[in-house]
C-alpha cells in the first residue's frame, strides 16, 4: 500500500470523525475524489438518515470524475429498502476509476458485496487501507452491527488505590478540570451514558456535555427499585425525553407516575426477586432501541456487575493523584479479569489508562 | 541561556548518568571542556572516592586550556576534608576563562562558596542551567544531603483495583517482563531495597540485579520479630554481606546468631512493644550507613506504614492491566494524602505511573 493511499484515507478518517456523535447507529464515513494527486471533491456522513459521504463528495466534485479515485474508509453501500439510496451504483454511474477503503462493511447485507458490484463494473478496487485505525474509528459501528450489543466504555475516576469514594454514600470529587473535559467529550460521542440510582441520589449529577462543545447523550439510570430522588438535576434537563429509567415490570407505583408526569422515558424489564434487572436482556432492550454505545459512569455496583459479567469492551480508569487509604473500592467482588492495555496519558492533574477486554 | 548552554550541559548529564548507582552518596557529575566550540575534554565522576569530574575532563583535554570553558552539572567543590582534593584551585590554576554549571551544590560545605572562588579568581561564571533537570538527576544526593534521609521511592505492582495479590500470603505475578527489568534497572541505581520479612517469606525474591547490567543494591529486609524463613533465597546471595536485616533490639535467640552466621548484617533498633520499629529511627540510622536512596518493594504493611507516615518522595505505581476484585490491597489505613503526577508511560502490557510527594 502506498504512503499516498495511506495518507488520502487518513484524511477520510478525519472528514468522518466531524460527525462523531451524529450519525450514530450509523457509521462514521468520509469520502475523498483525487484526479491527478489532486483533490477535486470531498464529502462526510453528517446525520443519520441524510446523504452519505460518497455522494456528498461526487456532488462537490469541481472537475469531471472519469479517471478520478474515489477513497472512503467503508465500503459503498449497496443494499436498498433503507433511509438512502446505494452508493455503488452511483459511484459507477459517474466514471470513478478507482475505489480504495478501509473497511469492508460488516453488515451482512454490504460486506464484500459493495466491492463484488463495483469489479464487476470494471472498477479497480484496493481493500484493507489502515484497516486497524478504520475499525478503530467505527469501534461502536463495527461491535453493534456484529453482535446487536453497544459498545459499552466503563469509566471509573479513582484514587491511586481504587477507592472512588472517602465514604459510602458521600462524594469525593477526585480527578480535575481536564479529566472532567474528557468525560464531557466522551459524553458527546456515545449514544448513551449509564448510572445506576445511587450514583444520581449520592452525585447528584447533570450527565451532560457543558465543558466541551457537542449533542448531549441519553442518560440512562439503571433503578430496579425506584429509588430515584424526584428532586434530582437529572429530572430538570431542557431535554428530559432523553433521561431514561429501566426499572422492573410490575412496578406499578405512584413514584412511576410521578416520573412519567415528568417526561422521562421508562422502560420497564424483568428482574429476580431482589429487583436486579438481567444487564444482558438490558443491553439486548438498549439494542433494538438503536443505543449503539453505552458510556458508564457509576457507581461502584454497577462497575462491579458489568465487569464481574464480562459486559463491556472498554475499562477507562481516569487515576487521581490521590491515596485515600479507606474508602468505596470502585469494583468488588469475584472477578479476576485479565485485559490489553490500550494506552496512558496524562489529563492535566489525572492520568487516564484505557484497556479493552481480551477476545 | 543560549541554546548552546542547554546542549553541553545537557551532554554533562548523560555523561554524569553513566555512574549511577556506583558514586552514591556522592552526586553524579559530569564535565566538559570547551574551546571556539568544539569540545576538546570531558570526563565524570566515576565511582565513590574516585576524581571528579572536572579534574578527569582537564587530564582529558587536547589543547591547552587557556580561553576554554567549563560545563559541568554541578558547582565544583572548594572544600578539603575529604577524599579528594577540591577541584576549584585546579580550575583556576589550569587557565580555565569561564564555569558554566547547572546547580549549585546544596552541601553547606561547598554551596555558592565555590561560585565564589571561581568569581573572586577573575572566572566568568553562569549557574542554573537546566537546574531542574540538574536537580532531578541528582534526586537521590540533593535529598541525601538537605534532609540527613534516603530518598524514598516505593515501588507497587498492582491490578487496576489496587491490589497486590489474590489472596493473603499468596504470591500471585502480575506485571509483565519490561516492567520487571524496569524494577531490575532501579535496583541498580539506589542504594537499598527494602521489604518486610512477610515479602520474603511468601514471595521469596533475591531483590538483585538479573534482568539488565548492574550491581546489586544493598537488600534491607525489617522483620522486628525475626519471623525471617531461614531458608530464603535471599539468604543464599553470593553477597550476602549486602543483605541487612533490622530487627529490635533485645531480640538475641538462636536465629539471631544463625543468621549472623550465615553472614547477613543485622542492625537492631528501638522498637515498641508489639516489635514494630520506628520507621523515622530507622530511616536516620540508614542515613548514617550512608543509605542515600531507597527503593521499596513490599509487602502491604510496608507500603501502609510509610505512606502513612508519608515517609517517602516518590510512589510508583506498575499497573498490570487486570482487575481482581478481591484480594489483598497494596494500601490500607486511613491515609488521604495527594501527590503530585509526575509522568506515565506503557512498559509492555503494563503501565507505570509516577507521583511525587506534594512538599
Not at 451524529?22 to 483525487?34: D, I, K, R, T, Y
Not at 438512502?84 to 447485507?109: E, F, H, R, W, Y
Not at 479513582?158 to 473535559?181: H, R, V
Amino acid at each position: 500500500m502506498s504512503q499516498q493511499q495511506n495518507d488520502f484515507i487518513k484524511k477520510c478518517f478525519e472528514l468522518a470523525v466531524k460527525a462523531a456523535g451524529f450519525v450514530s447507529p450509523n457509521p462514521m464515513v468520509g469520502a475523498l475524489l483525487v484526479k491527478q494527486d489532486k483533490i477535486i471533491g470531498e464529502g462526510y456522513h453528517q446525520k443519520y438518515g441524510g446523504a452519505h459521504a460518497e455522494i456528498i463528495a461526487i456532488n462537490s466534485a469541481t472537475e469531471a470524475l472519469t479517471d478520478s479515485t474515489l477513497y472512503c474508509n467503508l465500503e459503498p453501500c449497496c443494499h436498498t429498502h433503507k433511509q438512502t439510496p446505494p452508493c455503488v451504483p452511483q459511484i459507477i454511474k459517474a466514471g470513478i476509476k478507482k475505489v480504495v477503503i478501509s473497511n469492508l462493511d460488516p453488515n451482512p447485507a454490504v460486506s464484500g458485496k459493495g466491492v463484488q458490484q463495483l469489479l464487476n463494473a470494471g472498477i479497480e478496487v484496493i481493500t484493507r487501507v489502515s484497516e486497524n485505525e478504520g475499525q478503530e474509528l467505527n469501534k461502536f459501528y463495527f461491535k453493534f452491527i456484529s453482535n446487536a450489543k453497544p459498545y459499552i466504555s466503563i469509566k471509573i475516576a479513582q484514587s491511586i488505590d481504587g477507592k472512588i469514594t472517602e465514604e459510602k454514600n458521600k462524594q469525593t470529587w477526585l480527578t480535575g478540570e481536564e479529566a472532567q473535559k474528557y468525560v464531557h467529550q466522551q459524553r458527546a460521542i456515545y449514544d448513551a451514558v449509564l448510572v445506576g440510582a445511587e450514583t444520581i441520589n449520592i452525585d447528584n449529577p447533570e450527565l451532560n456535555v457543558r465543558l466541551v462543545d457537542g449533542r448531549n447523550p441519553k442518560r440512562i439510570i439503571l433503578d430496579g427499585n425506584l429509588s430515584l430522588n424526584l428532586n434530582s438535576k437529572i429530572l430538570k434537563a431542557a431535554d428530559i425525553e432523553n433521561t431514561w429509567i429501566i426499572t422492573c415490570n410490575g412496578i406499578d407505583n405512584e413514584k412511576l407516575f410521578k416520573l412519567k408526569e415528568k417526561g422521562v422515558r421508562i422502560l420497564q424489564m424483568p428482574a429476580d426477586q431482589l429487583n436486579h434487572i438481567s444487564l444482558i436482556k438490558l443491553l439486548d432492550e438498549l439494542a433494538k432501541q438503536k443505543i449503539s454505545s453505552l458510556f458508564i459512569e457509576g457507581g461502584s455496583n454497577i462497575f462491579s456487575q458489568f465487569i464481574t459479567e464480562k459486559l463491556f469492551d472498554e475499562l477507562i480508569i481516569l487515576q487521581a493523584p490521590v491515596v485515600l487509604g479507606k474508602g468505596l473500592s470502585a469494583i468488588s467482588g469475584s472477578v479476576n479479569i485479565s485485559l490489553n492495555t490500550i494506552d496512558t496519558v496524562k489529563l492535566g492533574k489525572d492520568i487516564k489508562m484505557s484497556f479493552r477486554k481480551c477476545d
